[in-house]
Every structure is written in C-alpha cells, then in structure tokens.
C-alpha cells in the first residue's frame, strides 16, 4: 500500500539554526500538507500546497517557515531560524482525488 | 479555538464489545469530517471519512454518524478488538475538497481483553 515518508525521523538543532525537514508523497496525490503537534496539544495545521504554490496557510505559519517542491518528488518545510517554540512533531499529509489525506509517521523536531 | 471537540480524553471498553468515540463541533461551514487512529511515534492513520449531505458510513467493524442539527458526530467500533486501542481523533474540514483539517484533542481508547 502506498504511502507517505518523512526524513528524517528525529531532528535536534540549536535555536537558531535552520531546518529542513522532508517529505516523500504518494505517487498519484497533488495536494500536500504540513501539521504540528506540540506534546499534550491538538494537531494543528501549518500550511497546504498545490499547483508549486501556498494555498492555505495558518498564522502559525509565518515569514520563518517556507515549502517548497524541489524536484517533483520531494516536498519540504524549512524553518529558517528555529526557536525553542517550534519543538514539535511535525506531519506531512498528501491528498487525491478521493480527498482523505494521508499522514506520514512524522519528525520529531527538538530545538534546544 | 475549539472548534472541533472531543469531551472525553480517555475511554475504557471490553473486547468484544462496542466503543463509542463521540466529537462535537462548532462551526457550522465544516461539511468533511474524518476519523484517525493514531499510536505513539506514529502519524495518525486515516479510518473513515463522512461529508455533511450523509447521515451515516460504513467500512466494516467501522461506522461514522453525523448528526448536522447537533453538530456532532460518533464513530461506532464493533466488535472492539486490543488493536483498536489508540488515540482517536476527530477532524473537519470547510469544504468537500482538498482543504486543510481543524484537529480535535483526541480520545485514548483502551481495550479490555
């Protein structure tokens, strides 16, 4: 069955220091999403991507963090100068034409 | 911003029989809810997925009951089984599409052999 990869599994980095977590979609889904879990919180959205541009994103989502799909497989999220807020797990989702989105199994993101 | 709810964090039910995991919500523009299991260190899994012109879905030991007047829904797990035990979360979306998810806090389902 397919599904989503995320790279790399566990992340630490100084605050600071720039990130770029990655994502493997399937095949077939043109739509793409990243979503945050902060431990003990929701799952909250961060910003969604079709079509090579933004289409939605959330006030979490500020000038710090970018996305982008460098090579038609690979679709990133790059937090420029992280700060120890952002310590999360980080989840990129993948849609198609049935609209269920389908998560991969996460970053754990630890900034100290 | 509570816009999806789930009043119950932890749930405990017997193998065999039914679990109920209840979400309410509030804002009235969502017309796509959808259900995930999640376990720990992993992303949540898609189960099941309702739109608001259905009052009801089934896929298997699974079915999701929307109740639009009420703006609730409940997901019905029977029989209940040790590896349904996860947290389940509820989610919502403004439009029938690609559109981004509004996350309830979760459900803890354990499963009682």
């Known amino acids: 069955e397919p599904e989503v990869t995320q790279t790399p599994s566990h992340q630490v980095t100084q605050m600071g220091q720039e990130v770029i977590l990655r994502c493997v979609p399937i095949s077939n889904h043109l739509y793409f999403y990243w979503y945050r879990q902060i431990l003990g919180q929701k799952v909250e959205f961060l910003v969604s991507f079709y079509n090579n541009e933004i289409s939605e994103k959330s006030e979490i989502f500020d000038d710090q963090f970018s996305v982008e799909r460098p090579d038609g497989s690979n679709f990133t999220l790059k937090i420029r100068s992280t700060k120890l807020e952002d310590s999360a797990m980080y989840f990129c989702?993948?849609?198609?034409?049935?609209?269920?989105?389908?998560f991969g199994p996460g970053t754990r993101l630890t900034v100290t | 911003d509570q816009q999806v709810k789930q009043n119950s964090p932890s749930l405990s039910v017997q193998e065999g029989r039914i679990s109920i995991l209840n979400c309410d919500y509030t804002n009235s523009m969502f017309d796509y809810f959808l259900w995930y299991k999640k376990y720990p260190a992993e992303g949540p899994t898609f189960l099941i997925s309702i739109s608001s012109i259905k009052d009801k879905n089934e896929d298997g030991r699974f079915t999701v009951f929307l109740n639009k007047s009420a703006k609730h829904l409940s997901l019905h797990i029977v029989p209940s089984q040790p590896g349904d035990s996860a947290v389940y979360f509820c989610?919502?979306?403004?439009?029938?599409?690609?559109?981004?998810?509004?996350f309830g806090t979760g459900t803890r389902l354990t499963i009682i052999p």
């Open positions: 989610a919502a979306s403004v439009r029938f599409g690609n559109e981004k998810l509004t």
């Open positions: 989702a993948t849609s198609g034409s049935t609209y269920e989105q389908y």
